[in-house]
């Protein structure tokens, strides 16, 4: 087994807890799109994978109108959601740990970078990591195994050498692609069923959990 250098993180549901603020955009933009959602719980489905492919899948919308969606969300994210977030408990001594190991950390989202850097530097964690890649603003790289290859080839990075983490199917399948190793963690959005089905290397429940891994070198 390669030597683990590399440690990529999911954002949302892997390092903070996003769900007010993406709830509240989402409800946002439906009210904008005059679209009533029955089931508000129903809404924690679209924490995770790419947000543009949620709205046109559940509500059946065409190009123009799943565009209008993103605008309109990204209308009350920018300015009041992406700060209704909150730090999973355990991250930041997480972070100051792996980084005295000297691994090399990185955030692989599908939100925008721009939006992810911000949410680090409003938690004062984004000293921890060497790069933020997300998507674009253009609605493209949105997909984990694309934002995946995009690190290991613009940081030249061995996928052997590498370990993602994330808490849905899309980070453990994007990193699977992408010939990584992979950890599931349970206290996000993923439902066990989920992060079952696409066999993670490993399932862990927590930060604490985390941190043993990698400072008793069973990875």
Do not use: W
């Amino acid at each position: 087994m390669d030597k683990i250098d590399n440690i990529l993180f999911d954002l949302d549901g892997t390092l903070t807890d996003p769900k007010e603020g993406i709830v509240n955009s989402i409800a946002f933009a439906l009210n904008k799109l005059g679209i009533h959602e029955k089931d508000i719980s129903e809404l924690d489905t679209f924490i995770g994978p790419p947000l543009r492919e949620s709205f046109a899948s559940r509500y059946n919308l065409t190009n123009e109108l799943a565009d209008k969606a993103m605008l309109y969300y990204r209308e009350y994210y920018s300015v009041r959601g992406l700060y209704e977030n909150k730090i999973y408990p355990g991250v930041m001594e997480l972070l100051e740990s792996l980084s005295s190991y000297n691994y090399k950390l990185f955030v692989a989202t599908s939100k925008p970078t721009i939006f992810a850097a911000e949410v680090l530097r409003h938690f004062k964690i984004d000293s921890y990591f060497s790069e933020i890649i997300g998507s674009n603003l253009d609605n493209t790289r949105t997909d984990k195994t694309e934002i995946i290859s995009y690190i290991i080839s613009a940081y030249g990075l061995q996928a052997g050498s590498s370990v993602m983490i994330g808490d849905r199917k899309h980070d453990i399948i994007g990193a699977k692609n992408n010939s990584m190793k992979t950890i599931a963690v349970t206290y996000g959005y993923g439902s066990p069923e989920e992060l079952l089905s696409c066999q993670p290397d490993f399932i862990l429940h927590n930060c604490p959990e985390i941190e043993a891994l990698f400072v008793n070198k069973y990875l």
